[in-house]
Nanobody
Framework: QVQLVESGGGLVQPGGSLRLSCAAS????????MGWYRQAPGKQRELVTT???????NYADSAKGRFTISLDNAKNTVYLQMSSLKPEDTAVYYC?????????WGPGTQVTVSS
């Protein structure tokens, strides 16, 4: 069982930056991959980015060039650095982990991009 807790969400102006954190309750060496998904009001949850245990990252087209995912193995934490934020990035952002074929989700953190 992996527990995930996100932090770092909030209100930011268009063009601004925000860094989300997701702390895992277990060593991320035991986790195959971690990632971030988001869900905007009235829309389905969608993939933002994932990173494998080995550090290989994948990004949705909407995130490429603006978002960066990274791992801190010592802190069992995954980060999402977001820049050049747009109003359409407004959503609840969820941390995701895949361990031994099982999926785990955090409770989510709200990101609002608005002037």
């Amino acid at each position: 069982q992996v527990q995930l807790v996100e932090s770092g969400g909030g209100l930011v102006q268009p063009g601004g930056s925000l860094r989300l954190s997701c702390a895992a309750s277990t060593s991320i060496f035991s986790i195959s991959s971690m990632g971030w998904y988001r869900q905007a009001p009235g829309k389905q949850r969608e993939l933002v980015t994932t990173i494998s245990r080995g550090g290989t990252a994948n990004y949705a087209d909407s995130a490429k060039g603006r978002f960066t995912i990274s791992l801190d193995n010592a802190k069992n934490t995954v980060y999402l650095q977001m820049s050049s934020l747009k109003p359409e990035d407004t959503a609840v952002y969820y941390c995701h982990a895949l361990q031994y074929g099982l999926e785990f989700w955090g409770p989510g953190t709200q990101v609002t991009v608005s002037s």
